[in-house]
């Protein structure tokens, strides 16, 4: 009996010594934790209240700590920010959508600060305000030396607000009052038909009721019996998760996982379900991605391609799989922090770069091709995590020319437009306005006196040849011959109004349509002309080739 008691004891101290050298441990490590970070908490504070107290010039004490807190937060990912209670305005924009305001865009041309756009039906549009007003003067504070940051600053303001801006129009001032507006911006700007009777959306951004939005322009679009649907993403940076999973839920049954977060602490680990019934879980689907398309257009367009329920297009997305949260700080203050990872139905992170390592000149590195794991999507296909979302159908972007860059930069379109509109005052409706050759050679006429001059990879490349070959001596007819290269491209260059006439048609077409029609005049214009969109339509009217994508290779 009393071998069986030691025995007992034996075992029962066996159990409890670890536990107990594991719970000092733990409670070690918590205090050296907490240690730490009192001891940096202390320094920092003796820093700054010494550099306030005795430094030689005068400091601003919110610039001090917002620049330390800046860097600091540098040291993480660019998503983790702070925001002092004067950016509150910029966290409601980012989050909802919304911000306190005018309604119109604005941009800095030269010397001028200049109404780019103003939005449909919005305080800025219904006072009268026009794109090509210069802005003179906001609430009697002068424009004159100001960027596009400072006045955007006078023109937000508390909703119900009074504003009065002076602008300059066709060399005349006027003056505009009115009441500023909750402003909440259009996530799907624009749905309709396109094609051989196919449906389109394009979603702008996931804040707010963006699902709601995308669920109302799908059933008006089923209404009208389209046999395909073209989700557009391209250029969408995401925003709220929910709103992600509830688009999901349009178009996959209840009761399937769609994203997961996994975070330092419990209760950042989630799993995020569909909830309700689908609306349609049998209509195609391709979802248009590019470059851009980033954080919640990623679960949107990754959990349907694992769930193999639509086809995805276009360019490989941008790669963010990190959720942020916004925490209120003190004094109006907040931050907002990554807080975790988010998982696709495969399982996969789609999380592009690694900002926890990075090389030796401190940026952060992208996640190696070796380090990359594969996953299975519902059919059994191969996806493949750390890298965005890559397309079933890989589109070669389209790049800009140079001298329509420089078109574009120099608001030599944007101007040709406001002047367009003083000699026009109607056009055809935005589907059937084209850009006729009369017009593009009275554009041509337009920019035939205005600075467009624009470099090229070529001239630069030639540029730099053409110094050392000075400095290593060479003969001067090499010289000669590549003097002779830079004329000839000279004159070449010349043409480029003409050997780029129907990029820049395009860039036209998009800035005059819009005067006239707003962003679903533009949006309804560009799509006639948008190849990927043509290609979707393609894949869509061609269901073999588009169910075959979705089987296993």
């Known amino acids: 009996m009393k071998n069986i008691k030691r025995i007992i004891s034996i075992i029962v101290l066996a159990i409890i010594l670890p536990l107990n050298i594991i719970a000092q441990n733990e409670n070690s490590n918590q205090e050296d934790k907490s240690f730490e970070l009192s001891k940096n908490l202390e320094i920092f504070s003796a820093v700054y209240r010494n550099l306030y107290t005795t430094y030689v010039d005068e400091i601003k004490p919110g610039d001090l700590v917002k620049t330390a807190i800046d860097a600091m937060l540098n040291k993480l990912d660019p998503y983790t920010n702070y925001y002092p209670e004067s950016e509150m305005e910029d966290v409601k924009l980012q989050l909802l959508g919304q911000y306190g305001g005018i309604g119109a865009l604005i941009h800095q041309n030269k010397d001028n600060v200049v109404i780019s756009e103003p939005y449909e039906d919005l305080p800025a549009y219904i006072a009268g305000l026009k794109a090509g007003d210069i802005i003179l003067e906001v609430n009697g504070q002068t424009a004159k030396g100001k ?173 963010k799989g990190l959720v942020q949260n916004i925490i209120p700080l003190i004094y109006n203050s907040q931050m907002k922090i990554t807080v975790s990872k988010y998982y696709i139905p495969s399982g996969r992170c789609i999380q592009a770069i690694d900002y926890f390592h990075r090389d030796n000149k401190g940026k952060a590195v992208k996640v190696a091709d070796s380090l990359r794991t594969a996953f299975k999507t519902k059919n059994g296909r191969t996806v493949y995590d750390g890298y965005g979302i890559e397309p079933d159908v890989l589109i070669e972007p389209e790049y800009a020319s140079n001298i329509s860059i420089a078109i574009i930069t120099k608001f030599l379109a944007f101007d040709y437009a406001t002047e367009f509109v003083k000699k026009h005052k109607t056009i055809p409706p935005a589907k059937d306005f084209v850009i006729t050759d009369e017009i593009y050679d009275d554009f041509v006429a337009f920019v035939k006196d205005k600075d467009y001059s624009y470099k090229t990879e070529s001239e630069e490349d030639l540029k730099d040849l053409l110094e050392d070959v000075k400095k290593e001596k060479y003969d001067s007819a090499i010289l000669n011959e590549i003097k002779d290269i830079q004329t000839k491209l000279n004159d070449d260059k010349k043409n480029d109004l003409y050997k780029f006439k129907k990029d820049i048609k395009e860039i036209l077409l998009s800035e005059i349509v819009v005067r006239y029609y707003n962003q679903k005049g533009r949006i309804e214009a560009m799509l006639k002309l948008d190849p990927e969109v043509k290609q979707a339509v393609e894949l869509l009217n061609n269901q073999e080739k588009y169910k075959n994508i979705l089987k296993i290779k």
Do not use: C, W
């Open 147 to 319: 960027n596009s940051d400072q006045v955007r600053e006078y023109l937000r303001g508390q909703a119900g607000s009074t504003i009065t801006i002076k602008v300059l129009r066709d060399n005349q001032e006027k003056t505009f009052s009115f009441k500023r507006k909750e402003i909440s911006l259009p996530n799907v700007p624009y749905s309709g038909i396109v094609g051989d009777n196919m449906g389109y959306i394009k979603l702008n951004e996931y804040t707010r009721d963006a699902a709601n939005n995308v669920l109302y322009a799908f059933n008006t679009l089923k209404k009208q019996n389209i046999k395909g649907l073209i989700v557009d993403l391209r250029g969408n940076g995401g925003g709220l998760l929910n709103e992600a999973v509830d688009i999901v839920n349009i178009f996959v049954d209840k009761g399937q996982s769609v994203v997961s977060t996994k975070g330092k602490t419990e209760d950042k680990n989630q799993t995020f379900k569909t909830s309700h019934k689908a609306i349609d879980t049998n209509i195609p689907i391709v979802v248009l991605v590019d470059g851009s398309s980033a954080s919640a257009s990623e679960i949107t367009a990754g959990s349907l391609q694992d769930f193999d329920r639509a086809v995805i297009m276009g360019q490989r997305s941008f790669g």
